[in-house]
């Protein structure tokens, strides 16, 4: 009696003979592919590792930017500082009468510190505003009064109340402006001509 197993359906194909030749060279073929495979998964696996390498690098060079990236900027503050702390130095101690000169000496500090802050400003892409006697700009300027001025056109900046600063084509703080309404009126008390 024989069992289902001991019969394999032909499906009409004559059956392959297997050779040892043959057997060895399909043997040699898997192997390569085998050694291939294992060739290929360990490419994949020293990318990975670079992939990884290389977002972890990209994460801390992005963190030490964020941390340092005003390192310059605050080196050009740190000597706008020293400016202010030798033009304090020329004050009396508090209390003491100031002299003429030593409140002289101490304006000329105060702006020597100033164009210290703006250069130093500059140099880092932060441009001051003051546009008085420029058409008013609401994308610059913040118009906090308008008032009449003489020759100042209706429309344009008559006095700058805190000048603005730009960096680059950001406004970081508008100007704050009196913005003109034309000439003033002329006086209650003018003579008109009534003769006709």
């Not at 801390?60 to 740190?78: G, H, M, N, P, W």
């Not at 001025?149 to 970081?172: M, N, S, W, Y």
């Not at 100007?175 to 309404?181: C, D, H, Q």
């Amino acid at each position: 009696m024989t069992s289902d197993n001991d019969y394999a359906p032909n499906d009409g194909q004559p059956e392959e003979q297997t050779t040892p030749e043959a057997a060895e060279a399909s043997a040699g073929k898997i192997a390569a592919l085998e050694d291939e495979v294992a060739a290929l998964n360990d490419r994949i696996l020293r990318l990975a590792a670079e992939l990884e390498n290389t977002r972890r690098r990209a994460d801390r060079e992005k963190q030490d930017a964020s941390r340092y990236a005003i390192a310059s900027f605050a080196r050009d503050l740190v000597n706008v500082a020293d400016i202010f702390d030798r033009a304090l130095q020329t004050l009396p101690p508090e209390g003491a009468e100031a002299s003429p000169e030593a409140l002289s000496s101490f304006a000329a500090g105060v702006r020597m510190t100033e164009r210290s802050l703006v250069a130093a400003l500059e140099r880092h892409g932060v441009k001051k505003i003051d546009p008085k006697g420029e058409k008013f700009d609401p994308n610059l300027h913040q118009a906090v009064a308008q008032a009449p001025a003489a020759g100042v056109p209706a429309g344009h900046v008559a006095e700058t109340a805190q000048t603005g600063f730009i960096i680059g084509d950001r406004v970081l703080r508008a100007a704050m402006v009196i913005v003109s309404t034309g000439e003033p009126a002329a006086a209650s008390g003018a003579h008109v001509d009534t003769t006709a």
